[in-house]
């Protein structure tokens, strides 16, 4: 069975603040995302067992590659993937297919500058795209050979979106997901937190048994409990008192519960043969 394990790369304080409404864009937590991906990096070297078992595929957002291009830089010399997560951590499933267009374009554009080598995969922020009509599908198509945005639960669902978005030539490397009491589960993020390691080892085995390879998706701010990302209070008491409040509370959800043990589930799911390597040497196998 290949395992696959994806980090959605991005600063978790500054697209809270954006999606808030505080500012448009600000400065980066620059120390936070130097040091987790420090933190991710060794620990996929551990639990690797081998060269290319030791390495993921990152899914950047722009940002980071325009005002922290030597981390970018880094990242694809240690020997991951460079993917792209957009420009901003934006709902582009609100957004009009000209921002899109426009926003791919730029990010692409900036990843590459910074990784130096080509980027051909995609993921959605929070893998919101479109997907009732074509038009944002076939944005990713004109820029990139891959996207993983879609989570499906066998694989002729993939055909069938495929045929539905009128693709020629994308690729789709999708995440899975399992029924659990009307809520689809996807193998990653709050989901491999919260619930036991016999969960998440339970929808790899049902991925695998559908025909599809088992990939864990991440975040940077999961891998510790330190909340480096988060918004304090005085950074969000422009919203009032009420709303402030709330976003304070709701952020342990991505910064506090669930992850100590986080890491330690992903070994212990991940076991001796290590990784397959990245997406993108899986799309070429």
């Not at 060269?51 to 010399?77: D, M, N, Q, W, Y």
């Amino acid at each position: 069975m290949k395992k696959f394990i994806s980090i959605d790369f991005e600063d978790f304080a500054h697209d809270l603040k954006r999606s808030l409404g505080i500012w448009e864009t600000g400065p980066l937590r620059e120390k936070a995302l130097w040091e987790s991906y420090k933190e991710i990096n060794d620990f996929l070297s551990q639990i690797g067992g081998s060269e290319k078992g030791s390495k993921a595929t990152f899914f950047c957002t722009a940002v980071i590659a325009k005002e922290l291009p030597e981390l970018i830089k880094e990242i694809s010399s240690d020997g991951h993937e460079i993917g792209c997560h957009y420009y901003f951590h934006d709902d582009m499933d609100k957004q009009s297919i000209y921002e899109v267009e426009s926003m791919l374009g730029k990010a692409k554009d900036e990843l590459e500058r910074a990784a130096e080598s080509e980027v051909i995969g995609f993921r959605a922020p929070k893998f919101k795209i479109n997907q009732a009509t074509p038009e944002q599908y076939l944005a990713v198509e004109r820029f990139f050979e891959y996207d993983s945005s879609l989570s499906v639960n066998q694989p002729i669902e993939i055909e069938s979106f495929i045929k539905k978005m009128g693709l020629r030539e994308l690729k789709i490397l999708p995440v899975f997901w399992e029924d659990f009491m009307g809520q689809k589960m996807k193998l990653g993020g709050s989901f491999m937190k919260l619930f036991p390691e016999s969960f998440s080892r339970y929808l790899m085995l049902q991925a695998n048994k559908n025909g599809l390879n088992p990939h864990i998706y991440l975040h940077p701010y999961e891998f510790n409990d330190l909340q480096a990302f988060k918004v304090s209070m005085k950074e969000l008491k422009s919203l009032g008192f009420f709303k402030s409040t709330y976003w304070s509370l709701r952020q342990n959800q991505w910064h506090k519960v669930g992850n100590k043990s986080l890491k330690h589930k992903v070994s212990n799911l991940i076991g001796g043969e290590g990784l397959g390597g990245t997406l993108k040497e899986n799309l070429l196998n």
